[in-house]
């Protein structure tokens, strides 16, 4: 394969003329007589027989030119695109053979959509505010609060009726237009009041009731209902209520220290909830202060960025929450009919995201090019291990999969972003 000529046709398109050499065009042509022989029927001989001479002279020199082509382009084309020094970033191609023949080899034209030209602004030096919240005794005090609800237990309320906050057993029945509905009925139910896992208005029909009641919850279906059969409509939920229990915290002591930490006293185990939320606070003010500065280093991108490049991002995007779904034992397609959406609206929700991400992506590429940043072969092989362990597989497999050239260009995405943030400036 030889590249050439390439040829800028448009904002983001390249015109590569490739030609192959008579040689390897010969080849691919003896290939595909051989994958297509036992298919032709040649007068005197069985099929898978006829010598490929007597084949071309029945059906035409050409005969298997359009298989050699198919099998010769696709490669003959990447070792073009890698040799131009483009990158491109969709799979459509328009494909234009100039010339084919046994003598001439192969000559073809192809037009791929790259990467964009891209400007950067200002990327050292910027500014942006890196406040760490203060831990107050107050913070300390309701992190206590939480260890110490997670550590409580439900016991039966006697002798009262349900509060907001209990948790309740109890039975209910469903009827819209005085008919019962699909999902609304349920036996020895628990809910906890005031949780919101019902629709509006139910949980807070339940306050004031007691064990043994009998009673009628009236409520009507919010008109984003997911089910489309009871958006907007009114509803009668007959009820009974079995069981209500209220929840018994624990009380704050050296024994209650003892029974959740491996500390000894609760002044110890105070100091050390304070030293893990001062320490998440210093995360999430590095976290906001890097947002701040991705911030400014998308807005000083200029760049015309093909459509191709965000609807691949989207595409990663979905791909990884469907990931995360079945992870849970879900699908998408359940998903999208429990939350009332379609595909084109799921796929709306990603796009903003996806053309920050891809601006960012150029941006840091354009600095690390601008800066000639790239990792060491130790870095490289420092990364490869990492992967290696994280998906518990052989480095060799983890090359694999992961070309090393790939693999160098996040690696130098990563350094340019560490050379913005050791540069910035952090203010309140």
Known sequence: MSLKSTNKVDTNRVELEVAVSPEDFEAAVGKAYKKNIRRMNVPGFRKGKAPRHLVEKMYGTGVFYEDAVNDLYPKALDEAINESGYEYVEDKIDLDVVTVGKDEGLVFKAVITVKPEVEVGEYKGLKAEK?????????????LRKLQDRNSRLVAAEGR???NGDTVTFDFEGFVDGQPFEGGKAENYTLTLGSGQ?????????????????????????????AEELKGKPAVFQCKLHEIKTRELPELNDDFAKDVSEFDTLDELKADLKAKLEHRREHEAEDAFESKLIEQLV???KAEIPEAMFERRVDESVREFEYRLQ???????TYLQY???DRDGFRKGFREQAEKQVKLRLALEKIA???????????????????AEQYKMDVDKVKGFIAAKDLSKDLAVGKAMDLVKETAQAGK
């Open 198 to 226: 019902f629709i509006p208005g139910f949980e807070e029909q339940l306050v004031g009731k007691n064990t043994d009641d009998a009673f009628e919850v009236n409520v009507t279906f919010p008109e984003d209902y997911h």
């Open 369 to 387: 090019s601008l800066e000639s940043i790239a990792p060491t072969e130790e870095e490289l092989e420092a990364e490869y291990a990492k992967l």
């Open 327 to 333: 992870s849970q034992g879900l699908n998408l397609d």
């Open 161 to 163: 009726a349900a509060e």
């Open 131 to 143: 406040a760490v919240k203060e831990v107050t005794a107050e913070d300390v005090d309701e992190e």
């Open 339 to 341: 939350t009332g959406m």
């Open 299 to 301: 807005d000083g991108v």
